[in-house]
């Protein structure tokens, strides 16, 4: 690495191979060797590293960087190192024997010892009471049925040969008999199996005794016993008994133990349900309970179809009935036929109208699908205990079904009950009528919305709403996705037919709210796409407005409500909102280009301002219109336009036909003024108010200012620049309560909102120019320097040269470090490029034999195929 070496050794290198006894070096390349050449020599200087080979030197560096770094680098993602973990190896203060002992120890301990608590397959010995398990795995005695305790499970030594031996050779145990002039034929295989059998059933025949004889004395053992004990057993009365010791009382600890020992213990829980199964279940039941509204709107009763068993077993014994009278009849027979007793003129009568009304009912159920998907019934309120939980969940319960229900529960305890088929009475069905259904479709526009909630009252329209919403849940059916994101725009439209009617019916656009908040979170895209919408066609309209006449009013109360609305669907602290930021310019662009021309027009802009508070009170967004627009509404407050501390920016101006808008001189209406908020009904119109009124209406648009104005110092406090901000306001504030043109109570509200101001720390000081000293006068008396020794080095202590020479010389070797280093890069990037470049060879040799091969099994594949076409 570095430079060759100096000339003086390379000429010794180029000595004969006799100088030195050294082996003799071959004389470099004359086109590898650099002369580094002087300008001039100086006297004195020694030179190094004019003559050098910087190509050998490079092949040197890189031959001992392969050996080296590369090394290394091929290695560094092993770990083979052998490590010798043998106990006491390099240990010299124990001794051999020792270490034998220690070793043979530790093995033995790590053969016994369990490496894992939860595994029961190791070797390990395990016994149940006291003896192993392994022993009793083996089943050496298997238990026989027929057999006693005694020699349970051995088999015979005779029927062990004749089974097992083949039946022909001797019976072990037996001395063999050789056949014999005198003696008996050996037996045959039969004979010897009836005989075994025969022992076999004898020794059966003899533990059975022995078991009864072995009762009997147990059994007479047992009664012997008994009778002793009676005669043992003297026990005393319990009126001696009780003079004795009495029973200790538990202490706390043992009340506790039982207690727990007869705690109840956890039940297991059902699962919670999905939102399908929810959305399914809600369904179903608001089916079941339009099905009974219909059916009892046509006054058919339950009896003659919920009732009426939809089939019969054959094994049904028919007994699942109560026999409310005694209508048995007696039964005689006459002539060989059954004779039943006549039933009553009234009676047959009514069978006969029933039986025809239950056909009329029969042909409507037809009709109906409805009806007969609807099991249950309303004489008992089977249907409202059903959905009990449901109603109380959602708060769904109607008056008029609730009232209905009670009613006909009343009617069919007394004693005029309906008999089946017949019709329910008139005011039944009219109530019926009344009620709302409880399944709705999906409507396909905004008139039809309207026509289903129109005329209805605000907790039926809710009731309306919702159950469209259950009815037609998107996991339900496949289009019902669709309809509801339509929903959510027909909504939004009636809530501004309502806002812009006369009255504005603003409790139900508040209830609305909560089902249009619902379908927000079902489908936000479809919601922002609609609210976006709204937003955009009344800036248009306000654009145009602007371009005709030059100025734009405030939008309509419609307007209004879609900006409140939108703040309270979707966040509005986000940095960036695809509906809220647009939002927020639609407010800023009221407040500055509406002007105000009239007191309805100042009650919009102070609810603009009450909601853009609304919508950066989390972000602390600072918004310049909404100051500017307070300080315009207390500047028409204001009598003495004069004294002036402050600029007017438009639509605000200092003097003009509408600067004193606000203004009431009047003490008798300052007096007879109460606080109170202003009804956002005053933002549709005004009627037509005294002038008492109108100053009333004034006064609280300035409370209401006033408060906004709080608002903005408790949200704005912490700005570093507030007081600058605040600046207008305050010299607005501080002029009201000079002038005292305002009642008592906004004056202390006025006073209250200064101090708070004035509270409000100051996060900066003024910029003041720097304080230094003064530059002196320029004197031309000359810089006198020694100079102790001239050269690059001057002269000083020891210490100090040393030092010199070790900065010096680490900041040499401290950029050799960097240049070898840079180098170790460069190299060990050439080593990655061509690792990848060889890996990229191979892949592309592999794919090229691939597509080699494919081509070769197309050309064949097609070569067949054209082979078989022309046979």
């Given amino acids: 690495m570095g430079k060759a070496r100096s000339a003086a050794r390379g000429k010794a290198s180029a000595a004969p191979a006799g100088a030195l006894g050294s082996r003799a070096r071959p004389n470099p390349n004359p086109f590898e060797v650099k002369v580094n050449r002087q300008k001039f020599q100086v006297l004195g200087r020694k030179t190094r590293h004019d003559v050098g080979l910087p190509g050998v030197s ?42 034998m002992m220690k070793r043979f120890a530790l093995e033995q301990q790590r053969q016994h010892e369990k490496k894992s608590i939860y595994n029961l397959n190791e070797d390990e010995e395990l016994t149940h009471y006291g003896q192993s398990l392994a022993d009793i795995e083996k089943h050496n005695d298997i238990v026989d049925s027929d057999s006693d305790t005694e020699g349970r499970g051995a088999l015979s030594a005779e029927l062990t040969a004749t089974h097992f031996g083949g039946g022909s050779g001797p019976v072990p145990g037996k001395a063999t008999q050789q056949p014999s002039g005198g003696e008996e034929p050996p037996k045959s295989r ?18 059975q005794a022995q078991r009864e004889d072995a ?16 005669l043992l057993a003297c026990k005393t009365p319990k009126s001696e008994s009780g003079g004795g010791k009495e029973k200790p009382k538990p202490d706390a600890y043992d009340m506790m133990v039982r207690e727990l020992g007869f705690e109840m213990k956890a039940q297991p829980s ?101 009806d007969s998907d609807s099991p249950d019934g309303h004489s008992d309120l089977e249907s409202d205990a059903d959905s009990k939980d449901a109603h109380s969940a959602d708060g769904l319960v109607g008056r008029e079904s609730d009232a209905d229900s009670v009613e006909v529960h009343a009617q069919l305890q007394g004693d005029q009950r309906p008999s089946p088929g017949e019709r329910l009475p008139r005011d039944d069905q009219a109530a019926a009528r009344a009620q709302l259904p409880y399944t709705f479709a999906v409507p396909e526009s905004c008139e039809e919305l309207k026509s289903l909630l129109s005329g209805k009252s605000m907790e039926d329209q809710l009731l309306v709403v919702e159950r469209i919403q259950k ?14 994101e339509k929903l959510f725009g027909f909504l939004l439209e009636y809530i501004g037919d309502l806002a812009v009617s006369d009255p504005p019916d603003l409790g139900v656009i508040d209830k609305l709210v909560v089902p249009l908040y619902n379908l927000c979170q079902m489908f936000p895209e479809s919601a922002s796409d609609a609210v976006k919408f709204v937003l955009r066609d009344a800036m248009h309209e306000m654009e145009g407005t602007v371009e005709t006449t030059g100025r734009a009013a405030f939008p309509g109360l419609d307007v209004l409500i879609y900006l409140k609305i939108a703040g309270m669907l979707f966040p509005t602290s986000d940095f960036w909102h695809p509906v809220i930021t647009p939002a927020l310019l639609c407010l800023s662009q009221l407040l500055t280009k509406c002007p105000v021309r009239s ?23 600072f918004i310049p219109e909404l ?37 009431v001189s009047d003490e008798e209406d300052m007096a007879t003024w109460q606080r109170r908020s202003l009804p956002l009904q005053w933002a ?126 680490h900041k040499r070797e401290f950029k050799g470090a960097v240049r070898e280093i840079r180098k170790d890069n460069q190299f060990l990037a050439r080593m990655r490029l061509s690792e990848i470049m060889e890996r990229d060879a191979e892949r592309k040799r592999k794919v090229k034999q691939l597509f080699n091969s494919l081509a070769t099994q197309e050309g064949e594949w097609k070569a067949l195929k054209r082979k078989k076409f022309k046979k």
């Fill in 270 to 370: 059902n699962r919670m349900k999905t939102e399908e199964e929810l959305a399914r279940e809600e369904q179903e039941r608001l089916r079941r309970l339009e099905a009974e509204r219909l059916r009892r709107m046509l006054g058919r009763d339950e009896d003659a179809h919920s009732k009426r068993p939809k089939h019969l077993s054959a094994d049904d014994l028919n007994d699942g009935f109560v026999l409310d009278t005694d209508d048995r009849r007696l039964l005689s027979y006459k002539d060989g036929k059954m004779n039943v007793e006549e039933e009553p003129s009234g009676d047959s009568s009514g069978g006969e109208s029933g039986e025809e009304e239950e056909e009329e009912g029969e042909g409507w159920s037809e009709g109906g699908p409805e």
């Fill in 471 to 484: 009815c037609n849940h998107p996991s339900l059916a496949v289009g019902n996705k669709a309809k509801l």
């Fill in 190 to 207: 039969r004979e010897l199996i009836e005989e075994l059998i025969a022992r076999s059933k004898q020794e059966k025949r003899e533990r």
């Fill in 684 to 809: 549709g119109g005004l009627k037509a108010q005294t002038e008492t009124e109108a100053n009333h209406t004034r006064l609280s648009c300035l409370a209401v200012c006033l408060a906004l104005v709080r608002r903005c110092v408790l949200a704005y406090g912490a700005l570093p620049s507030f007081h600058d901000i605040a600046r207008p306001l305050r010299a607005l504030l501080t002029e009201h309560l000079a002038t005292r043109c305002c009642p008592p109570t906004l004056q202390e509200l006025s006073r209250s909102v200064l101090t708070e101001m004035e509270n409000q720390p100051r996060h900066y000081r003024p910029l003041v120019c720097e304080k230094s000293k003064p530059v002196p006068l320029k004197l031309f008396t000359p810089r006198l320097v020694k100079v102790l020794e001239f050269g690059r080095k001057r002269g000083s202590t020891r210490e100090e040269q040393e030092r010199r020479r070790l900065i010096h010389k």
């Fill in 58 to 99: 490079r092949a040197r560096a890189l031959q001992k960087r392969t050996q080296t770094l590369l090394k290394e680098y091929k290695e560094r993602d092993k770990s083979n190192v052998f490590r010798d973990k043998r106990f006491g190896e390099y240990n010299s203060s124990i001794s051999p024997e020792e270490k």
């Fill in 627 to 663: 100051i500017n627009f307070l300080a315009g509404i207390l500047h028409m407050a204001t009598p003495n336009k004069q004294s002036q501390g402050y600029t007017l920016v438009h639509p605000f101006r200092a003097l003009g036909k509408n600067s004193e808008l606000l203004l």
């Fill in 215 to 230: 009762l009997e004395l147990t059994e007479k053992l047992d009664q012997d016993w008994k009778e002793i004990q009676a």
């Fill in 599 to 621: 007191l309805q027009d100042a009650v919009k802009g102070l609810f603009v301002c009450c909601v853009f508070l609304d919508y950066v009170a989390l972000s602390q967004r």
